[in-house]
């Protein structure tokens, strides 16, 4: 292989043996999102198409500065942060605006529908 990327060719295996050596868990998912987080992405062959399964179970991942040999690289694999403080104050707002409105719309909604329940009631 040309070093760019890891497989793991047999998830079940890798899930009850491996992970519980370095992770807290044995969840193949749990693994997926993790590398997700650190920017892995999934190897699609185009052969695959992206639709057919493959054959076998081989899963490939790769990131950009996961490379055979270049291990000063690796301290440029970072967790993918998005917190408040790196949003911009315009957009927390209105999020926040956001949110004050939709609480809003659920009051006046309860307020409806409790309106239409004694009005059931009452019917009845």
Do not use: C, W
């Amino acid at each position: 292989q040309s070093g760019s990327s890891f497989h793991v060719f047999d998830q079940g295996q890798f899930a009850k043996e491996v992970l519980p050596k370095y992770f807290k868990h044995n969840n193949m998912a749990s693994f997926v999102r993790q590398l997700n987080m650190y920017g892995f992405r999934k190897v699609v062959h185009i052969e695959q198409g992206g639709l057919v399964k493959p054959e076998k179970d081989d899963t490939e991942f790769q990131h950009p500065y996961f490379i055979r040999g270049q291990e000063h690289l690796l301290e440029n694999i970072k967790r993918k942060v998005t917190s408040v403080s790196s949003m911009k104050n315009d957009d927390v707002k209105v999020r926040q605006d956001n949110v004050t409105k939709l609480l809003t719309d659920i009051q006046v909604m309860k307020g409806k529908q409790e309106s239409m329940d004694s009005k059931l009631i009452a019917m009845k």
